[in-house]
């Protein structure tokens, strides 16, 4: 055997060698494919790497992991809620809203299951500001205050990744089970 | 000749080169023989690990990739995300005896794994029991009724009371909005105080 021989056998040895130590650290690759309304994160040793848009992504698998989701709208409705007011007055509200992801990694790490997200927001928002309000300010500037609370909620979302797209409290009647002022039930909008 | 100038003959060329091809197929069949039958395991940084060993607890996983033997090693992941949480109109009788009614939103949020793991069966659902009836006791104890926005100190108080509770289980709430908070005014009759919320 002449020496091209050898060094061929020692250059295939040596690649052996490190092939095998570098599918041991690294894993095998995989290809995963994001649809267009997916977006991704790629954690390498549980680390984020990089965000992803759709397409087709190599991803060592053993080492690396593509947490992806979905970006479309995410639909919200509540109807028949029922909050106090500051003057004893109850409010039955329903509203609904869309909320989109704009950041998939804050996403990610806002909850266990991100779309619940908007939901919750939204529930916690409307909640507070109508309980702050009073029958007569929710009659007098009750655009205002919706204005405030889907402002608040833009807010909050954005921390989490969300964009709040749209917002609309469609139902909001107040009465009062307990007439603290001896007053009827009001119909304010439903 | 290069072997000459390396100082190596033809057959000491030949002897590195096939136990350098011999090495590699030792490791490679070493390797092979060593991850058979174990399992891979990433752990994302918003995860943790808890590794058992024959059933003992052995060691707390930061993020990573592992390999562990399921025969004698078992893995357990938990979500160290927040989980939100809403406990709405809840209604109790302050400490003057005022009905009044209550509504929270929170966090829920994993304070100790191996606490967590070994503690409750289904984190969210027990320590949402957890937190509903502590708000409901510590909510109790306060004075809601007639000192206008007391909102603050009563989610300090409830605050600290839920995380008391929780860190039972390894689990806390980082903080505590109160959404909701309306109080009768206290009717006394005939020496006991009462009200009526709806």
């Known amino acids: 055997m002449n020496i091209l021989g050898y060094l061929i056998i020692l250059l295939g040895g040596a690649f052996l060698i490190g092939a095998a130590i570098f599918f041991d650290r690294r894993g095998t690759p995989t290809f995963v494919n994001l649809l267009p309304h997916q977006r991704g994160v790629i954690f390498r040793q549980g680390k984020p790497l990089r965000d992803v848009g759709s397409g087709k992504h190599r991803v060592w698998s053993g080492t690396e992991l593509l947490v992806h989701g979905d970006v479309r709208p995410i639909s919200v409705t509540f109807e028949n809620q029922v909050v106090t007011l500051q003057d004893g007055f109850a409010a039955a509200y329903g509203f609904s809203a869309n909320a989109q992801v704009v950041d998939i990694r804050k996403a990610v790490y806002s909850a266990r299951d991100y779309t619940q997200i908007p939901a919750a927001v939204l529930l916690r928002c409307a909640r507070l500001h109508l309980n702050a309000s009073n029958a007569n300010s929710l009659k007098m500037e009750r655009d205002s205050i919706v204005k405030r609370m889907g402002e608040d909620a833009k807010v909050r979302l954005k921390k989490d990744g969300f964009d709040l797209i749209s917002f609309r409290l469609g139902q909001l009647v107040i009465g009062t089970t307990q007439a603290p002022q001896s007053q009827p039930a009001q119909h304010v909008d439903e | ?198």
């Open chain 2, 1 to 198: 000749m290069l072997w000459h100038s390396l100082f190596l003959t033809p057959d000491d060329f030949a002897a590195i080169s096939s136990g350098l091809v011999g090495a590699a197929v030792v490791l490679v069949l070493s390797l092979t023989q060593r991850y058979r039958g174990r399992k891979r395991i990433l752990i994302t940084d918003y995860r943790c690990g808890l590794r058992f060993i024959n059933g003992e607890f052995a060691s707390i996983l930061p993020p990573g990739s592992y390999r562990y033997n399921p025969q004698s090693e078992q893995i357990t992941v938990i979500d160290m995300r927040p989980q939100p949480m809403l406990l709405e109109r809840q209604v109790f009788q302050d400490v003057v005896g005022a009905q009044a009614v209550i509504s929270i939103g929170t966090e829920l949020v994993v304070n100790d794994p191996r606490l967590v793991a070994t503690a409750l069966r289904d984190q969210i659902k027990d320590s949402f029991v957890i937190v509903r009836d502590t708000v409901r006791s510590a909510a109790s104890r306060q004075v809601v009724a007639g000192l206008g926005d007391n909102r603050k100190s009563i989610a300090v108080s409830l605050l600290q009371a839920v995380n008391a509770e929780l860190a039972k289980v390894g689990m806390r709430v980082p903080e505590v909005e109160i959404t909701e908070l309306w109080a009768s005014t206290p009717v006394v009759q005939q020496g006991s105080a009462s009200g009526v919320v709806q």
